[in-house]
T-cell receptor, first 114, second 114 residues
Framework: DAGVIQSPRHEVTEMGQEVTLRCKPI?????LFWYRQTMMRGLELLIY????????DSGMPEDRFSAKMPNASFSTLKIQPSEPRDSAVYFC????????????FGDGTRLSIL | GDSVTQMEGPVTLSEEAFLTINCTYT??????LFWYVQYPGEGLQLLLK???ADDKGSNKGFEATYRKETTSFHLEKGSVQVSDSAVYFC?????????????WGLGTSLAVNP
């Protein structure tokens, strides 16, 4: 079975540009999570969805960040405008709607804002 | 709120040494507990889990027992290999109803030398 698919794997862009990260969750998983990982802050939960509905976006750092899940098989995380401090690895994860089941992570998008 | 505390790293061991990575938690209710592993350049992947008190999760020679009386879920391996070098994360499931997510420890980096 295909795992969580993220694109692009790497993104380098200049500050001020719009960045869009994409995620395809595992088919049949109800929940989708966006994380950011940096050396300074570790792993941070940005936002998560259940059945395509955003449940908790309290981890989104500022209004420059937005996330959508238009259907069960696709989600985007957008940063506009981007800043150098947004440089990080961004992970998408999905899971069934069962607290005993683990989250499955994609390989991440390594984002560098120059 | 719920929280997870892991021992700080980095942990450096020689091959075939015994490994313990401590993890304690605070939680209301009875969460499921997880250990995830992150190899360099990859996303996190589930290593093992336990869903109720006294359960022992095991995988690839790693073990952890859900100890409710000490609120702990320490990760152990009897004989580590160079290939075990990675970052290990302890996590617990939190929430109910429509609001469920994982609470993460900060991660413990393990380096195993030949």
């Amino acid at each position: 079975d295909a795992g969580v698919i993220q694109s692009p794997r790497h993104e380098v862009t200049e500050m001020g540009q719009e960045v869009t990260l994409r995620c395809k969750p595992i088919s049949g998983h109800n929940s989708l999570f966006w994380y950011r990982q940096t050396m300074m802050r570790g792993l941070e939960l940005l936002i998560y969805f259940n059945n395509n509905v955003p449940i908790d976006d309290s981890g989104m750092p500022e209004d420059r960040f937005s996330a959508k899940m238009p259907n069960a098989s696709f989600s985007t995380l957008k940063i506009q405008p981007s800043e150098p401090r947004d440089s990080a690895v961004y992970f998408c994860a999905s899971s069934p709607w069962d607290p005993n089941q683990p989250q499955h992570f994609g390989d991440g998008t390594r984002l560098s804002i120059l | 709120g719920d929280s997870v505390t892991q021992m700080e790293g980095p942990v450096t061991l020689s091959e075939e040494a015994f490994l313990t990575i401590n993890c304690t938690y605070t939680a209301t209710g009875y969460p499921s507990l997880f250990w995830y592993v992150q190899y360099p350049g990859e996303g996190l992947q589930l290593l093992l889990k336990a869903t109720k008190a006294d359960d022992k999760g095991s995988n690839k020679g790693f073990e952890a027992t859900y100890r409710k009386e000490t609120t702990s879920f320490h990760l152990e391996k009897g004989s580590v290999q160079v290939s075990d070098s990675a970052v290990y994360f302890c996590a617990l499931s939190e929430g109910d109803g429509n609001n469920r997510k994982l609470i993460w420890g900060l991660g413990t980096s393990l380096a195993v030398n030949p």
